[in-house]
C-alpha cells in the first residue's frame, strides 16, 4: 500500500521556522515530481511548492518565494520543506502529494497520491 505521511507541523511564533517531511511507504517516488500543497480555513487547497524527480527542478508560489525550500532525499524516499521567516497568514494544513510522472503540476487534481496533511499554525 502506497502511502505519503507528513510530520513537523506545529505551532510556531511569527518569524519562526519549521521543516516538514513527508516520508513515502509503498514505492519509491525517485522517478517522480512531488509537491506540498496547504488549505486554509475556508479556502481552497493552494500549491506552495513543486520538485523534479532529481531535486534539480524547484518551484515556489509566489507567496512563499525566498522563505521556504523544497528538497528531497530520493534514497531515503523522503522530501521536505523548510519554512523560514514564517507569517499568520501560512497557517494551514500542509498536504505533500507525488505525481504519476515527472512533472510539477499546480493543480492538485494532476497529483496521484497525497498524504493526510500536517498542522503548521503561526502565531502573531
Known amino acids: 500500500q502506497v502511502q505519503l505521511v507528513e510530520s513537523g507541523g506545529g505551532l510556531v511564533q511569527a518569524g519562526g521556522s519549521l521543516r516538514l517531511s513527508c516520508a513515502a511507504s509503498g514505492r519509491t517516488f525517485s522517478s517522480n515530481a512531488m509537491g506540498w500543497f496547504r488549505q486554509a480555513p475556508g479556502k481552497e487547497r493552494e500549491f506552495v511548492a513543486g520538485?523534479?524527480?532529481?531535486?534539480?527542478?524547484?518551484y515556489y508560489s509566489d507567496s512563499v518565494k525566498g522563505r521556504f525550500t523544497i528538497s528531497r532525499d530520493n534514497p531515503k524516499n523522503t522530501m521536505y520543506l523548510q519554512m523560514n521567516s514564517l507569517k499568520p497568514e501560512d497557517t494551514a494544513v500542509y498536504y505533500c502529494?507525488?505525481?504519476?510522472?515527472?512533472?510539477?503540476?499546480?493543480?492538485?487534481?494532476?497529483?496521484?497520491?497525497w498524504g493526510q496533511g500536517t498542522q503548521v499554525t503561526v502565531s502573531s
Open positions: 502529494a507525488a505525481s504519476r510522472v515527472d512533472y510539477v503540476y499546480y493543480v492538485e487534481r494532476l497529483y496521484a497520491y
Open positions: 520538485i523534479s524527480a532529481t531535486g534539480f527542478y524547484t
